[in-house]
């Protein structure tokens, strides 16, 4: 059985997950909960889950909070949120998983599955959120990607493109290395627009400072740093030219 604790403290929050998670999830077992920061410091300091369901905002402080107090995060974290924008993005630079309230049962089911396909240390992904949501007047700096094997850290400086594969993303890097990601190229590029990447085509997304030229010819298409042609769309192509101008 998979150990879980719930940490809320809306009483009625906690109860309505317990019955969603008895309908949609009959491998867990609840271990413990509690209504606050303190409470569940004291909880997780006694037993150890294999997922955390986490509040993030409660009446003695956050979700946050109690992670900082923690030496060592050596279960699943799925975050319980109210819809937050920059909390959200941050979620999804790391990769950790965030259900908003009030809960959807489709959501749970796949944030279980992905926990049940990718049973990992959370350390580096969580100071990794941690990063991101402290640089709310910056530009992010890292990206967490999921692969079929593992979980990938990688700076975003060294995305050179991303190209769609079907319900897959690969990511092509400045070092010529590849990775095939479990997210859409939609994802990324809602993701990642405000960091210089740009949609050309319905398959590709490039990183707008390594584009070497643009070649007119041909329908239109763009040469990378690294020597590889990406096409441009025709729809795209009056948008492409006049960001180029203004690069």
């Known amino acids: 059985m ?29 271990i413990g909960e509690a209504s606050g920061v303190v409470e569940g410091a004291k ?6 889950p294999d997922i955390l369901f986490l509040d993030i905002q409660m009446q003695d402080g956050s979700g946050f909070d109690l992670l900082d107090i923690l030496k060592e995060i050596n279960f699943k974290i799925i975050f319980i949120t109210a819809s ?11 990769a950790i998983d965030y259900l908003l309230k009030p809960v959807d049962p489709d959501e749970l089911v796949a944030a279980l599955s992905k926990y049940r396909m990718h049973r990992l240390n959370e350390n580096e992904k969580y100071q990794l959120l941690n990063d ?19 979980i990938h850290i990688v700076n975003i400086s060294d995305i050179l493109r991303c190209e769609s594969n079907v319900n897959y ?17 939609k994802d990324f590029e809602d993701l990642l627009s405000d960091q210089g990447f740009y949609r050309v085509h319905q398959s590709h997304l490039i990183n707008t400072k390594y584009i070497k030229e643009f070649v007119k010819t041909d329908g239109g298409y763009l040469i990378m740093n690294d020597g590889s042609s990406v ?8 948008e492409v ?6 690069l």
Do not use: C, G
Request: positive net charge; aromatic residues 6%.
């Open 2 to 30: 998979i150990k879980a604790i719930i940490i809320d403290d809306i009483e009625q929050a906690r109860i309505t997950l317990k019955k969603d998670l008895e309908v949609y999830a009959n491998d867990i077992t609840i």
């Open 43 to 48: 909880l997780l300091k006694t037993i150890k």
């Open 84 to 94: 937050d924008a920059h909390a959200i993005k941050a979620f999804r630079y790391a």
């Open 132 to 150: 991101t949501l402290k640089s709310n007047t910056k530009q992010h700096e890292r990206l967490a990607l999921h692969t079929q094997d593992k």
């Open 169 to 185: 993303t690969e990511f092509y890097f400045t070092n010529s290395k590849k990775l095939l990601v479990t997210k859409t190229l």
């Open 231 to 238: 096409p441009v769309s025709t729809r795209k192509r009056p």
């Open 241 to 246: 030219m006049k960001m180029l101008e203004e």
